[in-house]
Each structure stands twice: as C-alpha cells, then as structure tokens.
C-alpha cells in the first residue's frame, strides 16, 4: 500500500477554513485515498473518500491532484468539536495502513 | 452506520495472563478488523477476520499470541495473551460498511494496561 506523509501537526482559527495536505506520491490507478479522523479518547470515524475527482460531503471536501500525488482536506469552517487527529489512507483494498496523522487544533 | 460496541472498555491485568476483548456489531457484516494503538501512537492493523474463516495476520503479529474468533457475523472476540507491559495499549475493532467502497466504521476501544 502507499504511504503517506502528512504534517504532524496544524493550527487553526475557529470558524476559519482549514486545509490538511498528504502526500501519497506512491499511490497506483486503482487506489482510493481515504479520511479518518480521531477525536480524543474515541476510535476513528469516516470523513470522506475519493479516487480522482474532488468529493464534497457534510463534513468536508476533498481536493485531489490531478496526477494523484497528493490530496487536500478541506474543512470549511474549523469549530471546536473538529480538534481530532486526522488520517489520510491510501490503498486500494479494505485494509487500512494508518500514516502519523495530523493532530489539528482548533483556537476560539 | 454501523453501531458497534467492546467490552471490556478499559482493564488492567498482570503480566502473564490473558484478556479477551469481544466486539459487537448491530447488524451483520462480512469483514471486521482489529487494531491496536499503542500509547500516543497511530494504529496498527492486527489481523482481518472473517466469518467462517481463520483470521489473516499482518507481518509482526501472530495467532498464539493474539487469537481471533469470529463466530458469526455480528461478533468477534480478540485475546491478547500471556500479556507484557508492551501490549498496554487501545484495542479496537472496526467493520467494513458493505456499502463501501471500503469505509469502515470503529468501535470505541478498550484501553488495557498490564503491569
């Protein structure tokens, strides 16, 4: 499976957009790059998935490069309850291979 | 969504003994997983199991020390046994949501401490 690189960690502004960059430059045609994030003292939960073309959900929206390389979380407005550390997985089978993640603070 | 609960939520044991953690799901499913997460650290994939079938291994970990059952499609047991100090950690489950493509849905953890 590919790997990952993400940043360690982020700040952001309440009510502000927010942007988490991964770095999947491994990644094959058939891969899918997928989100989690994981909120203090709970297991992961689904943020949004993707191959090719960006994705918009509730909960956020995904860019992805147009050779693959890399993909963007987008979340639109930053609250309190969005301070999680969040996975960027990538891999073309229902195993997942969890990377570092990026633990995301959120300021008020 | 799936639903999907552990027990026990947290336990500290003695070296040298077993734990077995279940996982319960409200509906049924094909593939469930365990991980484990150790102190401040990502989550590492353990092993896949399916129903009816013996669970798949990842590299580093095998079944005497971590045996999985799967009795049905709705539970799923994993034991950690003749525990050490560095098997503390966060245990959890997850299951595959069938509508997929590949999303999986985690079970809140068991935290276990051995000294």
């Known amino acids: 499976d590919a790997k990952t690189t993400q940043p360690n960690s982020m700040e952001s502004n309440e009510e502000e957009p927010v942007h988490l960059p991964c770095n999947h430059s491994t990644i094959s045609g058939t891969d899918y790059i997928h989100w989690y994030r994981q909120l203090p003292s709970q297991g992961p939960e689904y943020v949004i998935h993707g191959l090719t073309s960006n994705v918009n959900n509730r909960m956020a929206s995904l860019a992805i490069a147009e050779d693959r390389k890399s993909s963007t979380l987008i979340l639109h407005r930053a609250t309190l309850r969005d301070a999680a550390v969040y996975y960027c997985?990538?891999?073309?089978?229902?195993?997942?291979?969890f990377g570092s993640g990026t633990k995301l603070n959120v300021k008020p | 969504s799936a639903v999907i609960s552990q027990k026990p939520s947290r336990d500290i044991c003695q070296r040298g003994t077993s734990l077995t953690i279940q996982c319960q799901v409200d509906?049924?499913?094909?593939?469930m997983f365990w991980y484990r997460q150790q102190p401040g650290q990502s989550l590492t994939l353990i092993a896949t199991a399916n129903q009816g079938s013996e669970a798949t291994y990842e590299s580093g970990f095998v079944i005497d020390k971590f045996p999985i059952s799967r009795p049905n499609l709705t539970f799923s047991t994993l034991t950690v046994s003749n525990m050490s100090p560095e098997d503390s950690s966060i245990y959890l489950c997850?299951?595959?949501?069938?509508?997929?493509?590949?999303?999986?849905?985690f079970g809140p953890g068991t935290r276990l401490t051995v000294t």
């Open positions: 509906s049924q499913v094909t593939m």
């Open positions: 997985i990538v891999g073309n089978f229902n195993k997942f291979y």
């Open positions: 997850s299951v595959e949501w069938d509508r997929g493509p590949y999303e999986q849905y």
